[in-house]
């Protein structure tokens, strides 16, 4: 079993709509949690970082973490073409562990 | 305003041909990192280092050394280069200290190498 898995792509989404993306992780004493966004063909790039179970919200992005169900997400509210990338999922847990990759596609 | 630096950003090499991927950091931090990203897979660490002289592996260690030459640099070595090793190449570094770090890791631009 993978450690950390994200739901399966690509995720197609209208303009301004809302686009969810889900991450499950294995290990229980994870304490840190980050969301990467990555354009084709570079580098991944810290969008949010979640450290305690609720809502974290920065601007068009929410992430939720709950523990308990071992359970991370990123919504994206009101989505843009330039929203259109691959989000990895990594969780710190002795080591930064990344899932393989959400590709978000938003349609005009 | 730099970050991350590597270099080179593209490399193609022979079957058994050796090579030394370059990275540097100027945000002070004491942690970096060498990851590896194929297609499908996401991001495998490589190695990484908490601090100046100190070098530990990670997931995929197997065919590659490492130097931290200073708080600056890490570089990334592959000795007799083979056709799996093609990949993107991942140097990141974190304020944080070591793999148990709750600090975000940031990343250079990435060097695609390539193994014939």
């Known amino acids: 079993q993978k450690e950390v898995e994200q739901n399966s792509g690509p995720l197609s989404v209208p303009e301004g709509a809302i686009a969810s993306l889900n991450c499950t992780y294995s290990d229980r004493v994870s304490q840190s949690f980050f969301w990467y966004r990555q354009y084709s063909g570079k580098s991944p790039e810290l969008i949010m970082s979640?450290?305690?179970?609720g809502d974290k919200e920065d601007g068009r992005f929410t992430a939720q973490l709950n523990k308990a169900s071992q359970y991370v997400s990123l919504l994206i509210r009101d989505s843009q073409p330039s929203d259109s990338a691959t989000y990895l999922c990594?969780?710190?847990?002795?080591?930064?562990?990344f899932g393989a990759g959400t590709t978000v596609t938003v349609r005009a | 305003n730099a970050g991350v630096t590597q270099t080179p950003k593209f490399q193609v090499l022979k079957t058994g041909q050796s090579m030394t991927l370059q990275c540097a950091q100027d945000?002070?931090?004491?942690?970096m990192y060498w990851y590896r990203q194929d297609p499908g897979m996401g991001l495998r660490l490589i190695y990484y280092?908490?601090?100046?002289?100190?070098?530990d592996k990670g997931e995929v260690p197997n065919g590659y050394n490492v130097s931290r030459l200073n708080k600056r640099e890490f570089s990334l070595r592959l000795e007799s280069a083979a056709p799996s090793q093609t990949s993107v190449y991942f140097c990141?570094?974190?304020?944080?200290?070591?793999?148990?770090?709750?600090?975000?890791?940031?990343f250079g631009d990435g060097t695609r190498l390539s193994i014939l």
């Open positions: 945000m002070n931090h004491n942690s």
């Open positions: 990594a969780v710190n847990d002795y080591k930064l562990s």
């Open positions: 280092s908490a601090s100046e002289g100190t070098t």
């Open positions: 990141a570094s974190s304020e944080g200290v070591g793999a148990y770090s709750n600090q975000p890791q940031h």
């Open positions: 979640i450290y305690s179970n």
